[in-house]
Structure formats: structure tokens, C-alpha cells
């Protein structure tokens, strides 16, 4: 167990940890995460939709594995919206980013890394799987859903012209067309996305860390901590109840499936929130609670 936590959480996290300390220096400042948070979601996330979209085997993905934690997701994503907007009154853009949070977990800037570098790269498929399939449906639904959030009012034709010119979206569905067709990228270019790809989860834990080295409002104290618990601890028994219980999956599907409930809530809901200008404390600290927490529950879970 202290060889997941040394050699494949800590250094993930640690790049997060770096951007809280040059956040506190002074070398970076709110305005400058803002611009690595721009970056990513406009170049270095569409990249990166694309190569995991375009290159993933789906014919060798367990889908009962899948539909399982897509059971997870939605379940989860209920309670985070009505503990945000019932409980503690927030917006519905902020109810449903911080559901959100909870039900698209830090998997592909966070337990992917951590897997490919404990396990490799073929051990870590079921990881790619619950990712392709978040690619698809969580986060492309989301960013449909804050497209629409944001233009209340407009008409159909401005919501549907801002949704068809999301950078992501347009990359993830190029990305599954090429896939689905089996059409090969050109070396060049996929050496072009594969770089830009690369970019994202580091820079974007970079930039959180700044954020969060920022001063924080003590209003709200307890609603990333009810978000971080569920995600910490509910997430986890709902999956497990599901993949042993239920579908009696092997361990080799299982745990690293496990590794992604396990893991603290999703760094794209802070990336979308800076985005489309929604309040960003609670989900900021909730990501950080809950990654500090998954430094025993990632590695419990890698430990299975």
C-alpha cells in the first residue's frame, strides 16, 4: 500500500501542491490560473477528448462493468444537486456543477496517471473505458447543460450555435467518428494531439492549486465538506456494492473501476465553472478536501 501512495498518488497530487505554493508566494496569481484554465479548456482538453475518443478499443470494453458505474453516476450526481440546491441553496449552475463533481470523478488528470504508473497501461483499460464512456455522455451532457444554463432567454438557434462551437464537444465527437470508423490519424497530427493532450491534467492541477491558495470566503464551510464526503465514502460503497454484489465482476475489472470511485471529485466541474462564470469556492475546496482524502482511498482501493 505505501508503494501506491509514494510511487503513484503523491507524485499526481504533488503538481496541485506546487500550484498552492506558488499561489501563496504571489507568483501566480487568480487572473494567471484563469489563463492555464483557458488554455486547457480551450486547447489541450479538446486534444485530449480527441486522442482518448479516436484511439479507444471499444470493442474491448466490459460494458456491464460500465453500465454499472454509469448507475453510480447518475445516483450520485442526484445527490450532489439536491444536497447543493436543497440544502444549501445554491444556484442551479452551481447545484449542478457540484453533482457533477461527485458523479465525474478526477479520473483522467488523476487515476489514470496513478494507474498507468503502478499497473500499466493495459491493467489500467478499465480506467480508459469508464473515461471514454464519461466522454461521451457525462461531460459532453454537461457541457450541453451549461451551454443551455448559460443562454436562458436566447433563442434556440444562439444555444445551439454555442453548443456546435464548443472546442470539447467538437473534439470528443470527431474523436468517436474517427474511432467508431477505425480511420487512422495521421502520425503527425496524432503526435500533434497527443502533445497538447499531455498538457491538460498538469496544468489544470496547477492552476487549481493556485485558486486554492487563494482567500477563501468562510460562508458555506460545510458544503464541500458534504460534497467530499459523498464522494469519498457513498461513491465508493455504491460501486462496490454494484460490481461485487450485483454484477460479481472479476478483480481485474473491478478494482481498477474501484480506483475511479475512489477517487476525489472532478477538476473539469472547476475548469467548467471558471468557464461559464459560475461560483467556484465550494467546488474548488471540495476538490480539495476530497483529494486529500484520496490519498488513503485511491490507494486502499489500488491496494484491493
Not at 16 to 26: I, P, T
Not at 86 to 96: L, Q
Request: with cysteine; charged share 10%.
Amino acid at each position: 500500500m505505501l508503494d501506491q501512495l509514494l510511487n503513484g498518488v503523491l507524485p499526481v497530487f504533488g503538481i496541485g501542491a506546487l500550484g498552492y505554493v506558488f499561489g501563496l508566494r504571489g507568483t501566480f496569481d487568480f487572473n494567471m490560473a484563469m489563463a492555464l484554465n483557458k488554455f486547457v479548456m480551450f486547447v489541450a482538453m479538446p486534444a485530449l477528448g480527441f486522442q482518448l475518443l479516436a484511439n479507444a478499443p471499444l470493442a474491448e470494453f466490459n460494458f456491464a462493468m460500465l453500465g454499472g458505474y454509469f448507475v453510480t453516476e447518475v445516483v450520485m450526481y442526484a445527490v450532489g444537486f439536491l444536497i447543493a440546491r436543497r440544502v444549501f441553496k445554491t444556484d442551479v449552475m452551481e447545484a449542478a456543477l457540484l453533482g457533477l463533481a461527485i458523479a465525474l470523478t478526477n479520473h483522467i488528470l488523476f487515476v489514470l496517471p496513478i494507474a498507468v504508473t503502478l499497473f500499466g497501461e493495459t491493467a489500467a483499460m478499465p480506467i480508459v473505458a469508464i473515461i471514454s464512456m464519461d466522454g461521451i455522455l457525462i461531460f459532453s451532457g454537461s457541457l450541453i447543460l451549461m451551454d443551455v444554463l448559460s443562454t436562458k432567454g436566447a433563442s434556440l438557434g444562439h444555444t445551439l450555435g454555442k453548443i456546435t462551437r464548443n472546442p470539447p464537444l467538437v473534439a470528443m465527437v470527431l474523436g468517436l467518428v474517427i474511432g467508431l470508423l477505425g480511420v487512422s490519424v495521421p502520425t503527425g497530427f496524432d503526435i500533434f494531439a497527443d502533445f497538447l493532450g499531455a498538457t491538460a491534467s498538469p496544468v489544470l492541477l496547477f492552476a487549481l492549486g493556485v485558486i486554492l491558495s487563494q482567500k477563501a470566503s468562510g460562508a458555506r464551510a460545510m458544503l464541500p465538506v458534504a460534497i467530499a464526503g459523498v464522494k469519498l465514502v457513498v461513491h465508493p460503497l455504491l460501486a462496490w456494492a454494484i460490481f461485487a454484489g450485483v454484477l460479481q465482476l472479476t478483480p481485474e475489472v473491478r478494482n481498477p473501476a474501484m480506483m475511479v470511485a475512489a477517487a476525489p471529485c472532478g477538476a473539469m466541474c472547476f475548469m467548467l465553472a471558471l468557464n461559464y462564470g459560475v461560483r467556484v469556492d465550494a467546488i474548488a475546496r471540495a476538490i480539495l478536501y476530497s483529494s486529500i482524502g484520496s490519498l488513503i482511498t485511491i490507494t486502499v482501493a489500488a491496494s484491493l
